[in-house]
């Protein structure tokens, strides 16, 4: 919020008319065990072990562009013709 407020954002929390950008990540999922009841592994296991399989939402600037770990809004087939033809082109400049 103070970072927010520094640089005259409407940033720091989670309520209408915020800007929000998040991620949540499913705690079952395996790269983020072990997790105890206090949760006091959580932050090593995000920081060095989290896989993407992770990731069950992202939101960004208040729009869901993730749900369950899959895209929303472009279907990845898109994503992957994209991917590739960007790198045909990489290879065509050698």
């Given at each position: 919020?103070?970072?927010?407020?520094?640089?005259?954002?409407?940033?720091?929390?989670?309520?209408?008319?915020?800007?929000?950008?998040?991620?949540?990540?499913?705690?079952?999922?395996?790269?983020?065990q072990?997790l105890?009841?206090?949760?006091?592994?959580?932050?090593?296991?995000?920081?060095?072990?989290?896989?993407?399989?992770?990731i069950?939402?992202?939101?960004?600037?208040?729009?869901?562009?993730?749900?369950?770990?899959?895209?929303?809004?472009?279907?990845e087939?898109?994503?992957?013709?994209?991917?590739?033809?960007?790198?045909?082109?990489?290879?065509?400049?050698?």
């Amino acid at each position: 919020v103070a970072g927010g407020r520094l640089l005259g954002l409407p940033v720091g929390r989670i309520e209408p008319g915020c800007c929000a950008d998040f991620t949540g990540v499913d705690l079952e999922d395996l790269s983020l065990q072990p997790l105890y009841e206090d949760y006091e592994q959580l932050l090593p296991n995000l920081v060095y072990g989290m896989q993407p399989s992770a990731i069950d939402k992202v939101v960004v600037q208040g729009r869901q562009t993730v749900e369950g770990g899959r895209l929303l809004g472009v279907p990845e087939p898109v994503v992957v013709d994209s991917v590739r033809r960007l790198m045909q082109k990489f290879q065509d400049i050698e």
